[in-house]
C-alpha cells in the first residue's frame, strides 16, 4: 500500500472509531414520535399571525405574561427581571429580579405572584416585591427546571419540573429522548409538595379547567397534551387529550372554554426518523454542534385553541415568523398576550 493511500485509510479508519465510539455525555434511548398531522385540515397554513402588534421591552424573553385584578400585567425577562406593565403595554416598570430565569406566573388567591423560576424553584412576590422560595427542591433532590404552573381556587399550585437531565442545553432532551420530568402539587396554606407523576418527557405548560377537576398539560418534547384528573372517579390519572400536533407545544392557559397552546417551534420531522435509533444519534452527536443545529427548524409563528374535547378551534399561524418562539399565550376579552422566549417585544394579537 503507498504512503498515502495508508495515511488515508489509517484517518479514515481513525474517523470511523471516533463516530462510534468515543465518549459522549448523553446517553441516547429509543422512542418512537407520535404521528404527524401536517399544516393541513384543522392546522393548515395561514398568515393571521402577521398582524400581531409589537411592544418594545428592556431585555429579551417575556416567556409568560399574567394580569392581576387591578389591570397590572406581569413577565420575566431573560435577565431575571420582572416587568410590570399596563394592557397596552406602556408603563413598564422593572420590579425585582429573580437572580435566575423566570418562566411562568400566576396571580394567587392572596394576590401574591407565583413564578416558576428555572433556575430559582417555584417562588412567591408578595406586594412588597418581597421574593421568598416555596419549593426548589424534592425528597432532597434540586429541581432543576421548573417551568410552568396553575393554581386552584384553593390556593394548590400545580407546576412542572421540566427535566433533571438537561437543564442547560433543551435541545439534548431531543438527542437523548429520555424522560426526566414531573408534575408537583404545592400547597400554599401548608406548604406541602406532592409528586403528582414523574417520567415525563419535559411537561411543561399547566392549566386547570373551569370547574378544576382537571387540568392540560404539555409535554413539549413528547409532542402531546394530556389531561390529569383531579376529582370523580377517574381522580389521580392520565389521559391523552392530543398527541397529534404540528409542533412542540409549551405553554398552555384557560379562558371562556378555551385551551390555548403556544407552538414556538415546528417539528423536526426530517430527524424524527432516527428518535428511534440511538445509536445512529450517538455517531450525529459526536459532529460538530453546527451540524447537529442545522436540524431545527427556522422561524415560525404558531398558537392553537382547544376546546375542551380536544378540537381545534384556533389556528393562528405566520410561516414568515414576525413574533417567533411563542411560549405562552394570555386571552383578556378579545386580546392575546403573547409572550417569547427570545423576541425583544410583547406580542398583542387582535382576535376581532
Given at each position: 500500500m503507498k504512503p498515502l493511500k495508508r495515511i488515508f485509510f489509517i484517518c479514515f479508519l481513525l474517523g470511523i472509531l471516533y463516530l462510534c465510539f468515543y465518549p459522549i455525555a448523553l446517553d441516547p434511548i429509543a422512542r418512537k414520535t407520535p404521528p404527524f398531522p401536517g399544516l393541513v385540515g384543522p392546522y393548515k397554513t395561514n398568515d393571521l399571525l402577521k398582524k400581531t402588534a409589537l411592544v418594545s421591552i428592556p431585555h429579551p424573553g417575556p416567556e409568560s405574561i399574567v394580569a392581576d385584578s387591578l389591570g397590572h400585567f406581569y413577565t420575566g425577562l431573560s435577565n431575571g427581571d420582572i416587568l410590570q406593565f399596563d394592557a397596552k403595554g406602556n408603563n413598564q416598570v422593572v420590579i425585582t429580579n429573580t437572580g435566575g430565569r423566570p418562566l411562568g406566573?400566576?396571580?394567587?388567591?392572596?394576590?401574591?405572584?407565583?413564578?416558576?423560576?428555572?433556575?430559582?424553584?417555584?417562588?412567591?412576590?408578595?406586594?412588597?416585591?418581597?421574593?421568598?422560595?416555596?419549593?426548589?427542591?424534592?425528597?432532597?433532590?434540586?429541581?432543576?427546571?421548573?417551568?410552568?404552573?396553575?393554581?386552584?381556587?384553593?390556593?394548590?399550585?400545580?407546576?412542572?419540573?421540566?427535566?433533571?437531565?438537561n437543564p442547560n442545553v433543551v435541545e439534548n432532551e431531543a438527542w437523548e429522548q429520555r424522560a426526566s420530568g414531573a408534575l408537583f402539587a404545592h400547597d400554599l396554606s401548608s406548604g406541602e409538595t406532592t409528586l403528582l407523576k414523574d417520567d415525563l418527557f419535559f411537561p411543561n405548560g399547566v392549566a386547570l379547567n373551569a370547574t378544576q377537576d382537571y387540568f392540560i398539560f404539555s409535554e413539549t418534547f413528547g409532542l402531546s397534551l394530556s389531561k390529569y384528573w383531579l376529582k370523580g372517579a377517574k381522580k389521580n390519572t392520565l389521559e391523552i387529550f392530543n398527541n397529534e400536533l404540528p409542533g412542540y407545544p409549551d405553554n398552555v392557559t384557560f379562558n371562556d372554554g378555551i385551551f390555548w397552546v403556544a407552538i414556538p417551534s415546528q417539528r423536526a420531522i426530517a430527524i424524527e426518523p432516527i428518535f428511534e435509533q440511538p445509536f445512529l444519534r450517538s455517531v450525529l452527536l459526536r459532529l460538530p454542534e453546527a451540524v447537529r443545529n442545522s436540524a431545527i427548524p427556522g422561524r415560525y409563528s404558531m398558537l392553537l385553541g382547544f376546546d375542551e374535547n380536544g378540537a381545534v378551534?384556533?389556528?393562528?399561524?405566520?410561516?414568515?415568523?414576525?413574533?417567533?418562539?411563542?411560549?405562552?399565550?394570555?386571552?383578556?376579552?378579545?386580546?392575546?398576550?403573547?409572550?417569547?422566549?427570545t423576541e425583544p417585544t410583547l406580542g398583542i394579537y387582535s382576535l376581532n
Open positions: 406566573m400566576k396571580i394567587a388567591p392572596t394576590g401574591e405572584l407565583i413564578i416558576a423560576d428555572q433556575k430559582k424553584g417555584l417562588l412567591a412576590l408578595d406586594s412588597t416585591n418581597t421574593l421568598r422560595v416555596l419549593v426548589d427542591q424534592y425528597k432532597g433532590e434540586r429541581l432543576l427546571f421548573v417551568d410552568d404552573l396553575d393554581i386552584s381556587k384553593e390556593g394548590i399550585v400545580y407546576f412542572s419540573n421540566a427535566t433533571q437531565r378551534v384556533y389556528n393562528l399561524q405566520d410561516p414568515e415568523g414576525k413574533y417567533d418562539s411563542i411560549t405562552s399565550v394570555l386571552q383578556i376579552d378579545q386580546l392575546l398576550y403573547l409572550g417569547s422566549l
